[in-house]
């Protein structure tokens, strides 16, 4: 696998590839990878004949300095998973590389997507994510980039910078990775204590439950008994559950036949934030 940590050298190195034809398949992620990640790589080594993964700990997107601060980095650990899934380039850039002087963002206008959800209780997140992606379509210039669903509202807004910037790259979201017990896999999940940690499987399982009962209860009386099941929990504070439009995020009040829906959620255990979702079926 080549490494590289400048803009120009990466730039340079790929585009020969593309004077071959090569196609390039793109991941970018913060690192602390797990098995979630390494399911995006492989399916873009195999959809491409280049894959190329991102690590970089973007602090434009990060509301709060302790979770920025204190996100888990591994980055002997993620070479070598990398190497196991024969990943052909890494970009490990430092914030000076991406940003020079200007740590700041640039400022978006998504439709709306933006101001919901996640948008609604991390200040200038997605300003920070739309500044990060454009930056890095802009340096390895992909042909098709690959998001998970676990973070659904990010994968719209993407697709949404695509749409809006004409940025001629293809986007693919693929499924939520979860540990055997159900838990969404994230890199902060590896800062949970061991209480939380054994707590944590209670927000899937709640979201399955959800999942039965969607249809039968109304989306507020269904977000009221999610609500009533996280209030009972001793060690997980929601923070949010929502029943939104898959196209619009928008919070559903009413469920018609013709529009997909997913049920979203933000959990505290402890200090780790923690977010999950599932799709729901109109029936
Ligand atoms: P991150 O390193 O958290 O910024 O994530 C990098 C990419 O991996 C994003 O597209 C995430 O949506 C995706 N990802 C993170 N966790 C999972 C998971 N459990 N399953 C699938 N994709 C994931």
Known sequence: MKIFTSKSEIKEFLSALKMDKKSIGFVPTMGALHQGHLS?????????????????????????????????????SDVALLESVDCDVLFFPSVEEIYAENVTSEEFDFDGLEHQMEGRFRDGHFDGVGTIVKTLFEIVEPDTAYFGKKDFQQLQIIKKLVEKYNLPVKIKGRPIFREDDGLAMSSRNTRLTKEHRESAPFIYKTLKKAKKKFGAKSPEDLTK?????????????????????????????EIKENKQY??????????????????????
């Open 40 to 76: 995006l790589i492989k399916r873009a080594k195999k959809k491409k004949d280049i894959a190329v993964v991102s690590i970089f700990v973007n602090p434009t997107q990060f509301d709060n300095k302790e979770d920025l601060d204190k996100y888990p980095k591994t980055y002997e």
């Open 225 to 253: 008994w999610v609500e009533k099941q996280f209030k009972k929990h001793p060690l997980l504070e929601l923070e949010y559950f929502t029943i939104a439009d898959e196209e619009t995020l928008q919070t559903a009040k």
């Open 262 to 283: 997913r049920a979203f959620i933000a959990v505290f255990a402890g200090d780790i934030r923690l977010i999950d979702n599932i799709r729901l079926k109109n029936n």
